[in-house]
């Protein structure tokens, strides 16, 4: 258990459809990342929250979006679903990344039909 | 932005045997990190590594940040041992986006009883 806690494990939903991805930090951790790995694109990152503020934005389409709650969980939304959305989204947490990296969640496997 | 490139992209070998992984990156970082994703889709982190060496058990890895190469090491490897191995460094050019990782495509390894 790396103690980054990411809910659900799976996901199954239509296309059009919406979900909400929750992911918990380590304790302690002020910071949150959502990655997306894909079959074609690889790992990317999507965004980052820090003590609930948005800190940055990478490849994220508008269709998704975060936030980072006080208790310092973070949800992605995600909207209007396509198939090319089946992914497996990870989340990401660190207290001093310059000393010692991100610890990642075991992700949740989206599939969209 | 940094490009990261691993090799080899696949890797056979027998239990028992060593390996070495290579990860090139294409500017100077202050940060890099080594996973294992195994193959139930979890991201373990290996190594935290913006230089020098590190030893955990039959792992170790060796970053030269001069040379913008890192090494992963692997001896006597277990079929356990097999996954997708991910070199990651910051995102953008000099190391400075924390949290913004880029990751290499991977090198699967498959481990052969």
């Known amino acids: 258990d790396s103690g980054v806690t990411q809910t659900p494990k799976h996901l199954i939903t239509a296309t059009g459809q919406r979900v909400t991805l929750r992911c918990s930090p380590r304790?302690?951790?002020?910071?949150v990342y959502w990655y997306q790995q894909s079959l074609d694109q690889g790992l990317q990152f999507l965004i980052q929250?820090?003590?609930?503020?948005?800190?940055a934005k990478g490849n994220i389409l508008e269709r998704f979006s975060a936030q980072q709650f006080p208790d310092l969980h973070s949800e992605l939304n995600l909207s209007s679903l396509e198939l090319g959305d089946s992914a497996l989204y990870f989340c990401?947490?660190?207290?001093?990344?310059?000393?010692?990296?991100?610890?990642f969640g075991s992700g949740t496997r989206l599939t969209v039909v | 932005g940094i490009q990261v490139e691993q090799s080899p992209p696949d890797l056979i070998l027998q239990e028992g045997a060593n390996s070495t992984l290579r990860c090139n990156f294409s500017?100077?970082?202050?940060?890099l990190q080594w996973f294992h994703q195994n193959p139930w889709g979890q991201l373990i982190n290996l190594f935290y590594?913006?230089?020098?060496?590190k030893q955990n058990g039959r792992l170790s890895a060796t970053t030269v940040a001069t040379e913008r190469y890192s090494l992963l090491y692997i001896s006597s490897s277990q079929t356990t041992d097999s996954g997708v191995y991910f070199c990651?460094?910051?995102w953008g050019a000099g190391g400075t986006s924390y949290g913004k990782l880029t990751f290499g495509q991977g090198t699967i390894l498959t481990v052969h009883p």
């Open positions: 990401a947490s660190s207290v001093d990344p310059a000393n010692y990296g991100y610890t």
């Open positions: 500017d100077s970082v202050n940060n």
């Open positions: 590594i913006p230089s020098g060496t």
């Open positions: 990651a460094v910051p």
């Open positions: 304790s302690g951790d002020l910071s």
């Open positions: 929250y820090y003590n609930g503020e948005e800190r």
